[in-house]
């Protein structure tokens, strides 16, 4: 499968070397392989791919999960759409956006109290659409799509999501809890990376 390294701005295939060198753990690709299966069944199908990552107030997890997705999609040349939701609306945390920045995304920022932002991995890619919304909001897709959600929150109080052909339970522990304190830029960094490393496993697996 082709991939698009020669087109990616110099710090996010920095990242994503980085992250390619770190493989899930064997715990963690079983995790992983429901949304292998889905997106292989999707392809052998002709049918889109359509990723809706989901947690809560949709601001850290949900977000990091969505933007990386698509990247390496974009990066090993699958054709899939990410969005991303949660139960209720909040904002897409500046923290995330923040870390991203630094992965090396090119991000252009909305304003108000819950901003509209556009990330780009490279000159060409389209972007990649962030800010908090519910899971089932106009701008994602209403129907055939796997609902990943990524906090038990999510998981444990939205047990049915209309339109989905899949759920599958990727959990991530919330960043959250280190607002504030000395680890926090550390503990954003360590989750973006952690997310981005399956989220490049999950579509290096794609046939």
Same mark, same amino acid.
């Given at each position: 499968m082709s991939t698009m390294s020669n087109l990616l701005y110099p710090q996010v295939e920095r990242s994503i070397h980085q992250v390619l060198n770190t493989e899930p753990s064997d715990t963690k690709k079983v995790i992983l392989q429901p949304m292998v299966d889905f997106i292989n069944s999707k392809i052998v199908d002709n049918q889109g791919v359509i990723l809706n990552f989901i947690c809560t107030h949709n601001s850290r997890r949900s977000q990091f999960a969505q933007i990386w997705a698509q990247t390496a999609a974009d990066y090993f040349g699958v054709q899939a759409t990410c969005y991303s939701g949660g139960v209720e609306v909040t904002a897409c945390n500046p923290r995330v956006i923040?870390?991203? !920045?630094?992965?090396?995304?090119?991000?252009?920022?909305? =304003?108000? !109290?819950?901003?509209?932002?556009?990330?780009?991995?490279? =000159?060409?890619?389209?972007p990649i659409v962030a800010f908090s919304k519910v899971f089932d909001d106009e701008h994602n897709s209403s129907d055939h799509f796997a609902a990943i959600m990524t906090c038990s929150d999510a998981d444990e109080n939205c047990p049915f999501i209309p339109g989905a052909d899949a759920r599958i339970a990727v959990r991530y522990n919330d960043p959250k809890v280190y607002d504030n304190t000395e680890k926090e830029a550390a503990k954003y960094e360590e989750r973006s990376n952690e997310i981005a490393s399956d989220m490049f496993y999950v579509f290096s697996q794609i046939k």
């Open positions: 923040s870390q991203l !920045e630094k992965a090396g995304f090119v991000i252009d920022k909305g =304003e108000g !109290e819950n901003p509209v932002y556009e990330l780009r991995h490279s =000159e060409s890619s389209a």
